[in-house]
C-alpha cells in the first residue's frame, strides 16, 4: 500500500507510531498529484513545491496534507474563487477553518477548482477549465467545490475543504465517491470564506472515510467572534461513539419527493440503503414537505441571487483585483473591469438579484422568498418532531459528460432540489458512499484510462451517493449515523484518474 491511500486515521496513526516520516507521506501524495493531474485538473495554485513547514508539530492534523477550495482566503497565497476578477489577488489573512487546521499541524497542497464565486454544480463555471472526475475523467465531478471532491476522490490528499451555499459540498461528494458533511449554518466560521450568498453559504469537509470527517469537525467547529453567525454555546462533541446505535431511530422519507423521476442506480441505493437502515433496527416514516418540494428551487435562487448581487458588488476594480488603468472614466473602468472580470454565469446572477431586490419588485420577489423560507424552516422543524433523520437523495441523476450541460440553466437549477432546502432551513447534510453503479455505459473515455475495457474504476462504475439530513446542531449525531452507514455499505476506493 503507498501512503497515499491512507485515510485520515491511518495516516494519523502511522506517523504516531513512526512507521513513516511526515516527509514520506507528502512525498507520496504530491508524486500522486504529478501522476494524476494531467488527467484530473483539481488545482488552481499549487503549493507543494517545497515541503511545507509544520506549524504544530504535536497538533491532531500534524503532517496531514490537505487542500482548499479556492474561496477559502490563505495568507499570501493566491485566492482566486475561480475567478478572474480577483486576478491574482493575496489575501492579507486567513479564512478562520484553515487557520484552525493550519494550527492543528496541517500541511497545505495547494487551492483547488470550483465553479466561479461558488455558482454552478459541474467545477466547469471556472476561469481555469473545468476539473474531471477521477473516477471517469470524461465526467464532471460535481460542483461548486468540484476541485476538492476529486482531490480526495484521487487520493491527492486525506481530506480537504469546500463550501455548501446549495449544495457544493454534497453534491460533488456523491459524484467523486467520498463523504462530504454540509454543516449546520453557523457551527464553522465563515470568516475569510468569499461570500455568494452569506445567509446560506457554510464550510464543510471532504473524506473517505466518517470518522475523518469527525475528525476535521472536531477541529474546525469551534466558536471564532469573526463571525457573529457562528455558534456560542459549548463546542460540539465530535468524538466518535462505539456505542451508538440507529434501533429505534426514526428515517424518513419525503412523501412528496416519491413520484419525482430518479436514475436507476439511485433508485437501488434509496432501496438499499432503506434495508441497511431497518436490518440496523431503524424505524422508516414519512414525512410531509409540500412547500420545499414546490418552492425550495425558487425561493433559494431568489434569495442565492438577491445576496449574490450585494455580495460581489466589491469587485469593482478599485480595491483588490483585476484593474484597468486607461479607462475614459469611473464608470467606463467598472464596465470594463467587470465586463472582462466576471464569467457569464456570474453576470446574469448579478443581473437577476439586481432585479429581484430592485425597490419596485423587492417586495414581490426578494422579500418574499424571505418568507417562503421562514415556511420551510418551519416545515422542517416539525418534520424533526415527527423522525429522527431524513433520507433523499443528492442528486436524481449520475454525473454526465463534461460539455454535456444543458444550455437551459433552469434544468441545472432543479437538479439542486434534494440538497439546497437543507441550506434554506439552516440544517446539516452528510453525503455518503452506498457503493457504484454498475453496468454504466461507455464509462471509458476514448484514448484514455489504457488498455480496452477500460480502467479499473471505470469498471468498478460510477459511485452512488445519498444524503442524511439531521434537524439543525445534530451533526454529530448525524456523523454516528454516517458510521454506521459506512459500515454496511462499505468504504469507497480511491479513484485512478484514467491512469492505470
Ligand atoms: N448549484 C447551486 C448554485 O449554483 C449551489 C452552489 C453552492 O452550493 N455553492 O447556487
Redesign the pocket.
Known amino acids: 500500500m503507498e501512503l497515499y491511500e491512507l485515510n485520515l486515521h491511518d495516516a494519523i496513526s502511522g506517523l504516531k507510531d513512526k512507521k513513516f516520516s511526515a516527509s514520506e507521506l507528502f512525498a507520496s501524495c504530491k508524486a500522486r498529484i504529478d501522476a494524476l493531474e494531467p488527467n484530473v485538473r483539481a488545482f488552481i495554485t499549487r503549493t507543494d513545491s517545497t515541503p511545507q513547514p509544520c506549524e504544530n508539530p504535536e497538533g491532531l492534523l500534524a503532517g496531514i496534507p490537505t487542500v482548499l477550495k479556492d474561496n477559502l482566503c490563505t495568507t499570501g497565497i493566491r485566492t482566486t474563487a475561480a475567478s478572474k476578477i480577483l486576478g491574482g489577488w493575496r489575501p492579507p489573512y486567513d479564512a478562520t477553518a484553515w487557520k484552525y487546521l493550519r494550527e492543528s499541524g496541517a500541511i497545505l497542497m495547494g487551492k483547488v477548482n470550483m465553479?466561479e464565486f461558488?455558482?454552478?454544480?459541474t467545477c466547469g463555471n471556472s476561469a481555469f477549465g473545468p476539473t474531471h472526475n477521477p473516477n471517469d475523467i470524461s465526467r464532471v465531478p460535481g460542483?461548486?467545490?468540484g476541485g476538492s471532491a476529486a482531490a480526495v476522490s484521487a487520493g491527492y490528499v486525506p481530506f480537504s475543504l469546500g463550501?455548501?451555499?446549495?449544495?457544493?459540498?454534497r453534491?460533488p461528494a456523491s459524484f467523486c465517491g467520498v463523504y462530504g458533511l454540509k454543516p449546520t449554518y453557523g457551527m464553522v466560521s465563515r470568516y475569510g470564506l468569499i461570500s455568494?450568498?452569506s445567509s446560506?453559504?457554510q464550510i464543510g469537509p471532504f473524506a473517505r472515510t466518517v470518522r475523518d470527517l469527525q475528525l476535521v469537525m472536531s477541529v474546525l467547529a469551534q466558536y471564532d467572534p469573526m463571525d457573529s453567525s457562528c455558534f456560542r454555546e459549548k463546542n460540539p462533541d465530535f468524538t466518535h461513539r462505539e456505542d451508538v446505535s440507529l434501533k429505534g431511530k426514526r428515517v424518513a422519507l419525503v412523501k412528496e419527493f416519491q413520484s419525482f423521476t430518479l436514475d436507476a442506480p439511485i433508485a437501488e441505493a434509496m432501496k438499499k440503503t432503506r434495508k441497511v437502515l431497518e436490518d440496523e433496527g431503524a424505524i422508516i416514516t414519512e414525512v410531509s414537505l409540500p412547500v420545499v418540494a414546490k418552492y425550495a428551487v425558487a425561493c433559494?435562487?431568489a434569495l442565492?441571487m438577491s445576496e449574490a448581487h450585494t455580495n460581489l458588488e466589491r469587485y469593482d476594480g478599485v480595491r483588490l483585483g483585476y484593474t484597468v488603468t486607461d479607462a475614459a472614466g469611473v464608470k467606463e473602468m467598472f464596465e470594463e473591469v467587470r465586463s472582462y472580470g466576471f464569467g457569464s454565469e456570474v453576470k446574469s446572477r448579478i443581473i437577476a438579484g439586481t432585479c429581484l431586490t430592485e425597490p419596485s419588485r423587492c417586495d414581490e420577489y426578494y422579500v418574499a422568498a424571505t418568507k417562503v423560507r421562514t415556511l420551510i424552516a418551519q416545515e422542517f422543524a416539525r418534520a424533526f418532531g415527527e423522525t429522527d433523520f431524513i433520507l433523499q437523495p443528492v442528486t436524481p441523476s449520475l454525473p454526465h459528460k463534461i460539455g454535456e450541460e444543458d444550455d437551459d440553466a433552469m434544468k441545472?437549477?432543479e437538479t439542486?432540489l434534494y440538497?439546497?432546502p437543507v441550506?434554506l432551513a439552516g440544517l446539516p447534510g452528510l453525503s455518503f458512499f452506498t457503493g457504484y453503479a454498475l453496468g454504466q455505459p461507455s464509462l471509458t473515455p476514448p484514448n484514455l484510462g489504457g488498455e480496452q475495457g477500460g480502467n479499473p474504476s471505470a469498471q468498478r462504475g460510477l459511485p452512488v451517493g445519498l444524503q442524511l439530513i439531521g434537524p439543525r446542531w445534530s451533526d454529530p449525531e448525524l456523523l454516528n449515523a454516517g458510521v454506521i452507514l459506512e459500515r454496511n455499505l462499505g468504504t469507497p476506493k480511491i479513484a485512478n484518474g484514467g491512469i492505470d
Open positions: 465553479d461558488a455558482m454552478g454544480n460542483g461548486s467545490s463550501s455548501d451555499t446549495g449544495g457544493s459540498i453534491q455568494y450568498g446560506l453559504d433559494y435562487y442565492a441545472g437549477y439542486d440538497t439546497l441550506n
